[in-house]
């Protein structure tokens, strides 16, 4: 399994992102976004916590 994204990293593809635990398992009701070209991944419920693109 791929290593989280952190918070707030920039220039990441575009598309579906799902909120992840510190070593990349699910998480209890994650929060799933859409980011753009050059948007940020947002900030997670909870502290060490990443971003995985679905």
Known sequence: MAKPIKPGTDNQKPGTYVEVGPRG??????????????????????????????
């Open 25 to 54: 398992g699910n998480v209890t009701h994650p929060r799933i976004v859409h980011i753009d070209p050059g948007d940020r991944l947002p900030p997670t419920q909870e502290p060490g916590r990443g971003w995985q693109k679905k």
